[in-house]
C-alpha cells in the first residue's frame, strides 16, 4: 500500500490537516512525536479507499519546535515533518 501525506498547518487556529491517500480500506494511527520521541499526540483512524482527510486539534498546547507526524498502517509507518511556531 502507498500512502501520500500532505500536511496542512493552519495558524493561529492551531488545528493541522493531514491528508492520506489509500488504496484499501484500513486502519490508522495518527501521531505526533517530539523530536525525543514523546508521543504528543495519538488517535486511532478508519482509512476508506481514495482521499482521506483528518483534522488535529489543540496544536495550541504543543511548544514552539519541529515534531514529526506518523501515520501507522498495517505496522508499516509514514512519516512527514511538522514545525510549530
Known sequence: MELIFLILVL????????QIESDKATETVLQI???????VYSHKKSLSVGTNVFTMNG???????????KAIVNGKPMTEKLQVQ
Open 59 to 69: 496544536l495550541n498546547e504543543l511548544e514552539v519546535g519541529t515534531y514529526l507526524v
Open 11 to 18: 495558524l493561529p487556529t492551531h488545528f493541522s490537516q493531514v
Open 33 to 39: 512525536v517530539d523530536l525525543s520521541g514523546k508521543i
